[in-house]
C-alpha cells in the first residue's frame, strides 16, 4: 500500500515567520512530487511541484526534495493570515496506474497576525 | 492558463436520484481526467481515472455502475451519481491532466452533493 504521510497538525506560526511542512512517502519509485493549498470547502490549488533532489523555490515557497530519505518539505517564508490552509502532499509514481496521485491527508497551517 | 471548471458547485437531492457533475478543462486539452471525494477532514480519495474515449478506470472499492463516467472529449468529463443514498453526500472533485510528462493535475471548483 503506498502512502504518504504528514503531520495533520495544526501548525501555528506567528505571521512573518517561516512555516515548514512536511512529507514522507513510502513507494521508492516515486517521481514527481506536488504541493497543493485547500482552504476550506474548496478544491485544491497548486503551489509547487518538484522532480529532483534539492530545493527549489517560487516567490515566497521552497520545495525541498530528498529521494534517500523519502521525504519532501515546504517551507513558506514571511508567512501571511492568508497563507492559513491545510497543505496536501501528494505524490505520482511511473505511468498506469503507478501515475496516479497519491496524497497525504494534509497539514493544517494556521498563522497568527 | 490552466483552468478547470465543475457544474454544478453545489447539489441537493433527494435519496434515489441520480446527479450528474461536469468538469471542463476550459484552456487545454485535457487526455485525462481523474475523479476524487473528499469526505470532511479527510484527504482526497480518487474514485477513477478517465481517457478521452476509453472506459474509465476504477479504483478498488468504487462501484463502476453506480459512479458512470463519461470522457466524451477533451475538454468533458461527467460523473454520475446514480441511485443517490445520503451516504454520498460528499465533496466530488475533478482533475484534469494535459497528459506532458510532467502531468501535473489541475482541480476544478468541486461540487458539494448532499443527499436528503
Known amino acids: 500500500q503506498k502512502e504518504v504521510e504528514q503531520n495533520s497538525g495544526p501548525l501555528s506560526v506567528p505571521e512573518g515567520a517561516i512555516a515548514s511542512l512536511n512529507c514522507t512517502y513510502s513507494d521508492r519509485v516515486s517521481q514527481s512530487f506536488f504541493w497543493y493549498r485547500q482552504y476550506s470547502g474548496k478544491s485544491p490549488e497548486l503551489i509547487m511541484s518538484i522532480y529532483s533532489n534539492g530545493d527549489k523555490e517560487d516567490g515566497r515557497f521552497t520545495a525541498q526534495l530528498n529521494k534517500a530519505s523519502q521525504y519532501v518539505s515546504l517551507l513558506i517564508r514571511d508567512s501571511q493570515p492568508s497563507d492559513s490552509a491545510t497543505y496536501l502532499c501528494?505524490?505520482?509514481?511511473?505511468?498506469?496506474?503507478?501515475?496516479?496521485?497519491?496524497f497525504g491527508k494534509g497539514t493544517k497551517l494556521s498563522v497568527k497576525p | 492558463g490552466a483552468v478547470v471548471s465543475q457544474h454544478p458547485s453545489r447539489v441537493i437531492c433527494k435519496s434515489g436520484t441520480s446527479v450528474k457533475i461536469e468538469c471542463r478543462s476550459l484552456d487545454f486539452q485535457a487526455t485525462t481526467m481523474f475523479w476524487y471525494r473528499q469526505f470532511p477532514k479527510q484527504s482526497l480519495m480518487l474514485m477513477a481515472t478517465s481517457n478521452e474515449g476509453s472506459k474509465a478506470t476504477y479504483e478498488q472499492g468504487v462501484e463502476k455502475d453506480k459512479f458512470l463516467i463519461n470522457h466524451a472529449s477533451l475538454t468533458l468529463s461527467t460523473l454520475t451519481v446514480t441511485s443517490a443514498h445520503p451516504e454520498d453526500s460528499s465533496f466530488y472533485i475533478c482533475s484534469a491532466s494535459s497528459g506532458v510528462s510532467t502531468d501535473t493535475q489541475y482541480f476544478g471548483p468541486g461540487t458539494r452533493l448532499t443527499v436528503l
Open positions: 501528494a505524490v505520482k509514481g511511473w505511468g498506469g496506474s503507478q501515475g496516479n496521485l497519491i
